[in-house]
């Protein structure tokens, strides 16, 4: 699939709201049926365009699947915010219930996680809007993964 058809195909943010679920922040506990999905942005400040990129591996950790998107956004922490939005739309359009979240970016994942003294202040709306969307999931996790 071509980066056009997978973008026009695939609504970035979705209007139905579902009923919310149980929400399990940060726990740490072992889960054996959930997908995992990652999650980067990159942004181009001279242009302030960010590609945003998501894969999902499903249970038995095969591939599951993949987005690309461009977007206009002011910073690299919006990018990193988007990504993140753009994962839980597609998480959420293909049935998912346990997601584990997988993120570089430190200060979005602390933010998410509840620590808005890592400096994310400017996203606050988009923080806020991650939260509210993962209660729509029976587990969700959020991780950050440090680059190598």
């Known amino acids: 699939m071509d980066f056009k058809s997978a973008t026009n195909n695939y609504p970035q943010h979705d209007s139905h709201i ?7 922040g ?13 999650f980067d942005g990159a942004w181009l400040v001279v242009l302030c365009s960010a590609s945003l990129g998501v894969i999902r591996k499903i249970v038995d950790g095969h591939f599951g699947g993949w987005l690309a998107e461009k977007k206009i956004v002011s910073s ?4 990193e915010a988007e990504a993140a939005l753009l994962g839980i739309s597609m998480a959420r359009d293909l049935g998912d219930c346990k997601v584990i979240f997988k993120s570089d970016s430190k200060i979005l994942i602390s933010s998410i996680n509840g620590n808005m003294g890592s400096g994310a202040w400017t996203i606050l709306p988009l923080i806020r809007e991650i939260r509210r969307r993962s209660s729509f999931f029976d587990y969700v996790e959020w991780r950050w993964i440090p680059h190598n």
Request: glycine content about 0%; proline content about 12%.
């Open 18 to 24: 579902s009923p919310p679920c149980n929400f399990t």
């Open 76 to 79: 690299a922490l919006c990018a």
């Open 26 to 38: 940060n726990n740490l506990s072992p889960i054996t049926d959930h997908t995992k999905v990652s």
